[in-house]
């Protein structure tokens, strides 16, 4: 695949390393980039990815831009929001490299798209939030022979591989053989993150893509790279396939996608019991008592709100459990679902059998019921 003239002038910089060269820099034209996710990490993975000249690059996100991305999220602007993140993603990216191609997928990777997805492309950056996600596209990457870069955040604190068993390294399930309930691993916006730090992983994730192709270095194969920005220490943990891998195993016994949010959300169904935003807002319609508890922070109870809610954030609740009812039905909620589903664990241990998660949190009542409640 040959270089223009343009090319070689954008490129000069880059291909004056031995290790890139212009058969490098042709490889890395020639090259299909998966991304999915288009947020903290694959905002800074897909610049970088964009600007080393990567010939043709996928988006797969299904979300609009909100406010709340924009202090980490960088492809995007506070013009943009609103506007559906793959539009945002191929403005952004074309505006830094014009000459490369630019693919995009309003959608969630699901079982029924994910091998069509993941087929077309030479490699699979994973940035995606949450663990059904990982766990689809790591499986298919392994059915695909599809290197999988795997990276992920939590506050200050993050975490990078590349998992390609194809390659002689184990997959994410060799690491993490089976999803734990949703609740047990917080988002970004129940955990909160520094927008710096999804940046850095996402920037290790785009290095690890381009060594991989132009076929440079050492990777993290077999390796577990994890980042703790406060400290800035960086720890790396051996990771070996494991033989009795269900997925890449000798024997595997998963040989076609899952739904794995349905999987995950079945699993954590049976732990709480709960109630859903239209539900509840039939409930309230036909004038039953029920009271509202929110366990979030008092910045979100600022942000927005249910009326006739009463804030109790999580975190608190040992200290207040006398204010909240034992005998009357009560709603527990928060932005998700999560934090509350915790709530009402806890709560059960002291005694309380009276209590309901809202399911989706605020975040479905916007959606199912009030959608003029603002969204952070």
Request: glycine share 8%.
């Amino acid at each position: 695949m040959a270089l223009s003239r343009d090319e070689l002038a954008r490129y000069a910089r880059q291909i004056n390393l031995a290790q890139v060269g212009e058969d490098g820099q042709r490889r890395l034209k020639k090259a299909r980039v998966l991304c999915i996710g288009a947020g903290g990490l694959g905002s800074p993975a897909a610049l970088y990815l964009a600007a080393a000249g990567i010939g043709t690059i996928g988006i797969v996100d299904q979300d609009t831009v909100d406010p709340s991305n924009l202090h980490r999220q960088l492809l995007h602007g506070t013009a943009d929001v609103g506007r559906e993140k793959t539009d945002s993603a191929r403005s952004r990216l074309l505006a830094i490299n014009p000459t490369i191609e630019i693919e995009t997928y309003t959608t969630r990777l699901s079982a029924a798209n994910a091998i069509d997805l993941i087929h077309n492309y030479d490699i699979v950056l994973d940035g995606s939030d949450n663990l059904p996600t990982r766990y689809l596209s790591s499986d298919v990457c392994v059915w695909e022979r599809k290197p999988n870069i795997y990276g992920s955040v939590h506050q200050f604190e993050g975490q990078a591989s590349l998992f390609a068993p194809h390659l002689g390294g184990p997959c994410y399930r060799c690491l993490f053989p089976e999803p734990p309930p949703p609740e047990a691993i917080p988002s970004c916006a129940e955990a909160g993150v520094l927008g710096v730090v999804p940046g850095l992983l996402g920037i290790i994730q785009a290095l690890e893509a381009l060594k991989l192709i132009i076929g440079a270095g050492d990777n993290l194969i077999g390796r577990l790279l994890h980042i703790d920005a406060l400290t800035m220490r960086f720890r790396e943990f051996n990771i070996r396939p494991d033989p009795n891998c269900p997925v890449c195993g000798q024997s595997p016994t998963i040989t076609e996608p899952i739904d794995y949010e349905q999987f995950c959300s079945r699993a954590s169904a049976s732990r709480v019991r709960g109630i859903s935003a239209t539900e509840l807002q039939e409930m309230i319609s036909r004038g039953e008592k029920v009271l509202l508890v929110d366990v979030r922070e008092p910045f979100e109870f600022e942000i927005a709100r249910m009326a006739n809610s009463r804030l109790i954030p999580l975190g608190t609740i040992p200290d207040r459990l006398t204010e909240i009812a034992q005998s009357e039905k009560t709603v527990i909620m928060c932005k998700s679902g999560i934090r509350s589903a915790r709530a009402i664990e806890f709560l059960r241990g002291k005694g309380f059998d009276n209590l309901l998660n809202l399911e989706g949190g605020l975040d479905a009542w916007r959606a199912e019921v009030d959608p003029s409640l603002p969204k952070y």
